[in-house]
């Protein structure tokens, strides 16, 4: 199983991203794809998820301003960042969880917003 993030970089605030997760190795219509965050310090945390039937959800930090997305037949999914804050700053990674169980990771994306 592989997972491939891409997309991160440095933008100023307010600036837009868009990083992808191309996958191998799983049946990906039925994992639900996430994408998470680390910022220094911080403990990692759920960014935002869909479902392989395409119901989204996402913390209260990026709701309005993110929005994930995914493309089936491709393997792959999205998230758009728009409004980009410094406090977006952080190592973007996206996880493929099946049924509840342990996730598989990506390994992660660097996105640094200035102000």
């Known amino acids: 199983v592989q997972l491939q993030a891409s997309g991160g970089g440095l933008v100023q605030a307010g600036g837009s991203l868009r990083l992808s997760c191309a996958t191998s190795?799983?049946?990906?219509?039925?994992?639900?794809m996430a994408w998470y965050r680390q910022s220094p310090g911080k403990q990692r945390e759920l960014a935002a998820f869909i479902t392989g039937g395409g119901t989204a959800d996402y913390a209260d930090s990026v709701k309005g301003r993110f929005t994930i997305s995914r493309d089936n037949a491709k393997k792959t999914v999205f998230l758009q960042m728009n409004s980009l804050k410094p406090e977006d700053t952080a190592v973007y990674y996206c996880?493929?969880?099946?049924?509840?169980?342990?996730?598989?990771w990506g390994q992660g994306t660097l996105v640094t917003v200035s102000s």
């Open positions: 996880a493929a969880n099946f049924r509840g169980g342990a996730p598989y």
């Open positions: 190795g799983i049946v990906f219509i039925g994992y639900t």
